[in-house]
């Protein structure tokens, strides 16, 4: 399987993260981001949105970071990661999709004014985090991990731009269930870190 990737991306690396904890092998095809390269053919052939990652296995091409772990979790992986019965699967949808938005209005839009000069509002992201991190403190307050009391796709979602919210100005530490959560995660049996993560 290929995953067209950059290392310094947090939505890159959910994807790289599951595959690690999984046991599952990964050719990865670095994207020169910087250069544009996702925008131009023959890129736009995978994926027109021009963005990444992008998984590509064996031709059956899937775009986004959720829908990936979703597809591996499904394909590859076993009930660990990704439950049979929609009661579980909806449970972890709902983390995707804060990972989707919540969280990348706040400390991953964070990051992206502070670390990479992107012209996004930098109150409209400190406003976001300020009402999430609350949240999901009180969340792992209560539940070591995001969903049905076991790691799944739905922590490797949330993960990497929680970890990366101190490149965005954006300060996790006094949320303590939070950060035991993080150590949690970064302790699992295959775990592997990317550019950034403390």
Known sequence: MKLYDLDLSGN?????LFAALSGMPL?????DVMGGEHKRGPFLEL???????V??????????SQAILVYLANRHGDEQWWPADAAGQAEIVGWLAV???EVRVGPAD????????????????EAASAALLPLLDAHFSKHDWAALDRPTIADCA???YLALAHEGGIDVT???ALCRWMARVQALPGYVGMPGIR
Do not use: S, W
């Open 47 to 53: 994926n027109p949105f021009g963005q990444i990652p």
């Open 174 to 176: 006094p949320h303590g």
């Open 27 to 31: 050719e990865l095809v670095n994207v």
């Open 12 to 16: 890159c690396y959910k994807v790289r």
């Open 158 to 160: 949330l993960f990497p």
């Open 110 to 125: 964070a990051r992206m004014v502070d670390k990479f000069g992107m012209d996004l509002d930098k109150p409209t992201t």
């Open 99 to 101: 990972a989707a938005h």
């Open 55 to 64: 998984l590509d296995d064996g031709g059956h091409v899937v775009r986004d």
